[in-house]
């Protein structure tokens, strides 16, 4: 009889020591770390069109495993999904670990492609003067 948590136990351990690391957050996370990609960075990292990507995403929904999600009228696609795809020759005719290795380097320059905006920096404002009443205090009847 197998001991199933053991074995589970025993792949978790090779696959740290490989280097593997569990995901971690959640899908702004993954988005941050350019997990997701839009269709047209996953074009290019495909080098094929758009055309291409969208209808491979279309044609995967009605499978189990989708190649991306339509969100507010545009396509995000899984790079990782889209990784696999490429190495399988589901796009085009080229296929195999070389074919993965070329796109997974085109993928690394939309690592950052949704990095939040810089916050606007705000310029120090002189304290306001208070040793007068403001003008607008006589017109009210405010007595200083």
Not at 118 to 134: G, N
Request: proline share 6%.
């Amino acid at each position: 009889m197998f001991d199933r948590d053991r074995i589970i136990d025993q792949l978790l351990q090779m696959l740290f020591e490989l280097g593997w690391t569990p995901p971690t957050g959640d899908v702004i996370d993954m988005i941050l770390r350019g997990e997701l990609l839009t269709l047209e960075a996953s074009a290019d990292v495909c080098e094929c069109s758009d055309e291409k990507i969208r209808k491979a995403c279309e044609a995967a929904t009605a499978t189990k495993h989708a190649l991306g999600i339509k969100w507010a009228g545009r396509w995000l696609v899984g790079k990782a999904r889209l990784l696999n795809m490429v190495e399988q020759g589901k796009l085009d005719g080229r296929r195999g670990k070389h074919a993965r290795l070329i796109a997974e380097d085109r993928a690394k320059k939309y690592e950052s492609w949704a990095r939040p905006q810089q916050p606007l920096a705000v310029s120090e404002l002189p304290a306001p003067d208070r040793s007068e009443a403001p003008p607008h205090t006589a017109q009210l009847g405010v007595l200083s």
